[in-house]
C-alpha cells in the first residue's frame, strides 16, 4: 500500500487480502466488501467521492453484473435509458421536484450549479482544464488526463466558465 498510496483495512489469509475488507484508493473512492487473493471478488461496492456508488458482483477483480447509482438517487439502467435523452430533457432533480418556472433555467441536476473556474469546462466528475488536458474533481485532486477523445466530448458539450456571445455578431 505503500506504493500506491492506498489503504486496505480487512483480513489476510497467507499474506493475501482475503474476506470483507474496506480498500481505499488514492482518488478517496472506497470499496467495502469480498476481497479474494488480493482482488475484489464476491459482493461490493464502490464509493466515490462525489456521492455515487456502484454495488456490483465482482469476480477476479472484474465487476460481472452491477448498479450504479447516482450522488442523487437516479439509478443507471443499460437498457431502456431515458434520462436526459431527446425525448424528455429534464434533469433528475425536475423529474422530481418540477420544472423551475418561466425565465429560470436550471443548468445542470445540481442547482445551483457549480462555479466553473475561467477557461475550464465542468465535465461531470471535476473540472477540465483543455489546456493542461488535466481533469481534476470538485475538492481540486488530479483525477485523470483526457484522451483526444474525452477532450473533443468535453469541448463539444460541457458547460464552460466563461460567457460567449453567440447568435449574429454584427460587423463593425
Known amino acids: 500500500m505503500q506504493y500506491t498510496g492506498s489503504k486496505y483495512i480487512g483480513e489476510f489469509v497467507e499474506g493475501r487480502m482475503e474476506g470483507e475488507a474496506e480498500y481505499i ?3 478517496e473512492t472506497k ?3 469480498e476481497m479474494k487473493d488480493g ?3 464476491g459482493k461490493g ?3 466515490f467521492p462525489s456521492g455515487s456508488q456502484f454495488d456490483a458482483i465482482w469476480e477476479k477483480g472484474l465487476a460481472t453484473e452491477g448498479t450504479y447509482t447516482f450522488a442523487d438517487g437516479l439509478q443507471y439502467k443499460p437498457e431502456k435509458w431515458h434520462y ?3 425525448y424528455d430533457r429534464r434533469f433528475y432533480t425536475e423529474i422530481c421536484h418540477g420544472l423551475k418556472p418561466a425565465g429560470i433555467s436550471q443548468l ?3 442547482d ?3 462555479t466553473v473556474p475561467k477557461g475550464c469546462y465542468d465535465c461531470g466528475d471535476g473540472f477540465y482544464n483543455p489546456v493542461t488536458r488535466i481533469i481534476k474533481d470538485y475538492k481540486n485532486h488530479f483525477l485523470r488526463n483526457a484522451d483526444d477523445d474525452e477532450h473533443e466530448w468535453i469541448i463539444r458539450t460541457c ?3 466563461w460567457d460567449e456571445v453567440s447568435g449574429h455578431m454584427p460587423k463593425l
Request: proline share 12%.
Open 108 to 110: 445542470t441536476n445540481m
Open 25 to 27: 484508493l488514492p482518488t
Open 159 to 161: 458547460r464552460k466558465g
Open 39 to 41: 482482488m475484489f471478488h
Open 31 to 33: 470499496y467495502v466488501g
Open 112 to 114: 445551483p450549479p457549480r
Open 84 to 86: 436526459c435523452d431527446s
Open 45 to 47: 461496492t464502490l464509493y
